[in-house]
Nanobody, 121 residues
Framework: VQLQASGGGLVQAGGCLRL?????????????MGWFRQAPGKEREFVAA????????YYADSVKGRFTISRDNAKMTVYLQMNSLKPEDTAVYYC???????????????WGQGTQLTVSS
């Protein structure tokens, strides 16, 4: 199983960016997908999740209204559109997969490598 995250970079506060996570080796359309992030000196935290079909999403309060998670099952890819970025969004962002939502939140079956987002003030 591979989850390949990409799209990170340096952006100014108020800007936007879209992260992608391409999956392989797993039944993508049967898995919940999620994004997590870890800022320097902090624990990894949940950001967003999406169900198998893409018809249900869930967000951390800190990103609600600014970030949008989506998926394309045909491309086996999950996205995180990030708008109105703030310096406190600076972190390494990770994608993850699990067969159910609670597993995704607590201990995902699969993790991708991270992609760095830096938001300058």
């Amino acid at each position: 199983v591979q989850l390949q995250a990409s799209g990170g970079g340096l952006v100014q506060a108020g800007g936007c960016l879209r992260l992608s996570c391409a999956a392989s080796g797993l039944p993508f359309s049967s898995n919940y997908m999620g994004w997590f992030r870890q800022a320097p000196g902090k624990e990894r935290e949940f950001v967003a999740a999406i169900n198998w079909s893409g018809g249900w999403t869930y967000y951390a309060d800190s990103v609600k209204g600014r970030f949008t998670i989506s998926r394309d099952n045909a491309k086996m890819t999950v996205y995180l559109q990030m708008n109105s970025l703030k310096p406190e969004d600076t972190a390494v962002y990770y994608c993850a997969a699990d067969r159910d939502f609670y597993g995704l939140r607590s201990s995902p079956d699969y993790w991708g490598q991270g992609t760095q987002l830096t938001v300058s003030s």
